[in-house]
Nanobody, 120 residues
Framework: VQLQASGGGLVQAGGSLRVSCAAS????????MGWFRQAPGKEREFVAA????????SYADFVKGRFTISRDKDKKMVYLQINSLKPEDTAVYYC??????????????WGQGTQVTVSS
């Protein structure tokens, strides 16, 4: 399994950004895909997840409606749309894949991360 994240960049506060993850190496039926982030000096934290087959989503509490995770099964892509960006959203965003759709998202595979920097 390979996960290739892209789409990060420098954005002003209040702006929007979509990060993408290209997934390859197998079929992902009954898998769950997710996004995590790691800010400087902080631990990596869960952001959002989506089940590949049914498209059921879940989010961290801090998302508060600003983030939307989606997937395109045909293109094998996973997206994270981030709106109303805040400086505290600055982090490396990692995509991840979990072979289970149950319980806490526990990635079996990680992408390499894409940097999102939000200026105030």
């Amino acid at each position: 399994v390979q996960l290739q994240a892209s789409g990060g960049g420098l954005v002003q506060a209040g702006g929007s950004l979509r990060v993408s993850c290209a997934a390859s190496g197998r079929t992902f039926s009954n898998w769950r895909m997710g996004w995590f982030r790691q800010a400087p000096g902080k631990e990596r934290e869960f952001v959002a997840a989506i089940t590949w087959t049914a498209g059921i989503t879940s989010y961290a509490d801090f998302v508060k409606g600003r983030f939307t995770i989606s997937r395109d099964k045909d293109k094998k892509m996973v997206y994270l749309q981030i709106n109303s960006l805040k400086p505290e959203d600055t982090a490396v965003y990692y995509c991840a894949a979990d072979a289970s759709i149950r319980g806490v998202l526990t990635p079996d595979y990680w992408g390499q991360g894409t940097q999102v920097t939000v200026s105030s």
